[in-house]
C-alpha cells in the first residue's frame, strides 16, 4: 500500500456520491476517488423518470454538486472510466485508462443495470443513464405513442409524464396489479384508475412474447405501436464484486450490518447491495434513491469507525421510496406489501389517504397519497418499533 492509498469509490450513483461527501463530513484525510462509469459529474437520477418529457436534463440542472463543490472537497471524479481489474491483497485498481490506483478502503456502489429478458430485442430503449433519457424522449415525441412493459413505479413515471404531455401511452404488466411488489392492492387499484382517468391504457396481465423498438406482441396474438420503453427491473452489477472473492448471493453483493464485504478493506453500498432487511431480517435490496442515499452515508461512518478502530454504525433505517404523478404525491415506507391488516384513512377516490399495514408486531408499512408529512411520521413509528433513530 502506497502513501497515497485512500479511498476508492466505485460507481458514482447517489450511493457512490453520498459516500465520498461523508467520509469527507467525518475527516477521513486521505484522497477520495469516484470512479464512474458514465462520463460527466455525479446526477440526480431521479429527475430522469419524475417527469421525463417536461425535465430540464442539462448537467448544471441536474448535478448533485457544482464542479467547485467536488474541488473544495477534494473529491476527484473520474467520469467516463471503468474499473478493469482489482487485486485485494496488494489492494489496488486498475483503470480502462491504464491508471493504477492505490487503495486503503474501497467502496463498491455498482448499482445496475436493466434487466433485458430474450424477448426483449436489442434497440429497445430502456431507462437508467441521462443519456437514455433523452434518446428515449426524442423517440417518444417523434412517433407520439409510448408502450411501456412493465408497471413499477419508473414505468407508471414515464408512463405519466408522457400522457401529461399528451402522448398516447399503453402500459403491459404482467402481474394481475400495477406496483405489486411496493403497495398493497388498494393503492395499485387507486394507481391505476389515475393513470386510466389521464387517457392511459394499463394491461394487466400481459404477456410479452416480441418486443422490438416500435411495438410489442403479445401472447393472445395481439400488437401495441409506439415507442417501446423496457422498465422490467433492475439486475445488480456484482461482477467486480464476484471477480475480487466478495460473496454475492440473494441476487447482489452480500453485506453484513455495517455494510462491510467479507473482503477486508471492502464495503458496498447502493442498489447492488443484499443487506439485512430491519424489519423482517431478511437477506434485501434496496432499489430507490432514498436506500442508496441512506446506505451512501452509513458506509462512510462505518469506514470511520472501522479505521478508528471504534464500534461502527449498523444500517437499520426504515426503506422509503416516493413518486409523483399527475401532481399526486405518493410516500412509501416501511414494507407495506407484508402480510397484516389494512387500513385506509380517508379517501383515495379524492387523493388524500393513508394506508397502513400492522402485524402482531406493530405497524410494518405504510403509503400516503397527498400527505408527504404523515409519511414522515408513520417511517418514524416504524423506526421507534425497531429500536432505531430515523
Do not use: C, F, H, M
Given at each position: 500500500m502506497t502513501p497515497t492509498a485512500g479511498a476508492v469509490i466505485v460507481g458514482s450513483g447517489v450511493a457512490g456520491a453520498t459516500a465520498a461527501q461523508t467520509l469527507r463530513a467525518e475527516g477521513f484525510a486521505g484522497p477520495v476517488t469516484i470512479v464512474g462509469g458514465e462520463p460527466g459529474l455525479p446526477y440526480r437520477r431521479t429527475a430522469l423518470s419524475k417527469d421525463l418529457l417536461g425535465a430540464d436534463l442539462r448537467p448544471d440542472r441536474i448535478s448533485l454538486l457544482k464542479p467547485?463543490?467536488?474541488?473544495?472537497?477534494?473529491?476527484?471524479?473520474?467520469?467516463?472510466?471503468?474499473?478493469?481489474?482489482?487485486?485485494?491483497?496488494?489492494?489496488?485498481?486498475?483503470?480502462?485508462?491504464?491508471?493504477?490506483?492505490?487503495?486503503?478502503?474501497?467502496?463498491l456502489a455498482t448499482g445496475g443495470q436493466p434487466i433485458r429478458p430474450a424477448w426483449l430485442e436489442e434497440d429497445v430503449l430502456a431507462l437508467r443513464t441521462v443519456g437514455d433519457a433523452e434518446?428515449?424522449?426524442?423517440?417518444?415525441?417523434?412517433?407520439g405513442a409510448l408502450v411501456v412493459i412493465g408497471g413499477g413505479l419508473i414505468g407508471l413515471e414515464l408512463a405519466a409524464s408522457a400522457a401529461a404531455a399528451g402522448h398516447a401511452v399503453t402500459v403491459l404488466e404482467a402481474a394481475d396489479r400495477v406496483m405489486n411488489r411496493v403497495v398493497p392492492p388498494e393503492v395499485s387499484e387507486f394507481v391505476e384508475s389515475l393513470h386510466r382517468d389521464n387517457g392511459v391504457d394499463v394491461r394487466c396481465g400481459s404477456r410479452v412474447v416480441r418486443a422490438g423498438a416500435d411495438g410489442v406482441e403479445l401472447e393472445d396474438g395481439s400488437t401495441v405501436r409506439g415507442t417501446v420503453v423496457a422498465a422490467v427491473g433492475m439486475a445488480p452489477e456484482v461482477g467486480l464484486a464476484a471477480g475480487v472473492g466478495v460473496r454475492v448471493s440473494d441476487g447482489g453483493i452480500v453485506v453484513d450490518e455495517a455494510l462491510r464485504t467479507d473482503v477486508s478493506g471492502i464495503y458496498a453500498a447502493g442498489d447492488a447491495v443484499v443487506v439485512s432487511d430491519p424489519l423482517t431480517g431478511d437477506p434485501a435490496r434496496c432499489e430507490h434513491w432514498f436506500g442508496?442515499?441512506?446506505?451512501?452515508?452509513?458506509?462512510?461512518?462505518?469506514?470511520?469507525?472501522?479505521?478508528a478502530g471504534e464500534p461502527a454504525p449498523v444500517y437499520a433505517e426504515v426503506p422509503r421510496a416516493w413518486t409523483v404523478q399527475y401532481g399526486v404525491n405518493v410516500q412509501i415506507v416501511g414494507r407495506p406489501t407484508a402480510a397484516g391488516e389494512v387500513l385506509v384513512?380517508?379517501?383515495?377516490?379524492?387523493r388524500s389517504a393513508t394506508v397502513?399495514?400492522?402485524?402482531?408486531?406493530?405497524?410494518?408499512?405504510?403509503?400516503?397519497?397527498?400527505?408527504?408529512?404523515?409519511?414522515r411520521t408513520l417511517r418514524a413509528q416504524i423506526a421507534a418499533g425497531l429500536g432505531s433513530a430515523v
Open positions: 467547485a463543490a467536488w474541488a473544495d472537497k477534494e473529491i476527484e471524479i473520474l467520469g467516463g472510466t471503468r474499473v478493469l481489474d482489482v487485486d485485494a491483497p496488494r489492494r489496488t485498481v486498475d483503470l480502462d485508462d491504464g491508471t493504477t490506483l492505490a487503495y486503503r478502503v474501497l467502496v434518446r428515449i424522449r426524442s423517440a417518444i415525441n417523434s412517433s442508496a442515499l441512506d446506505q451512501g452515508a452509513v458506509v462512510a461512518r462505518s469506514i470511520i469507525a472501522d479505521l384513512d380517508g379517501s383515495l377516490a379524492e397502513t399495514v400492522t402485524g402482531p408486531g406493530g405497524l410494518l408499512g405504510a403509503v400516503t397519497v397527498g400527505r408527504a408529512a404523515a409519511a
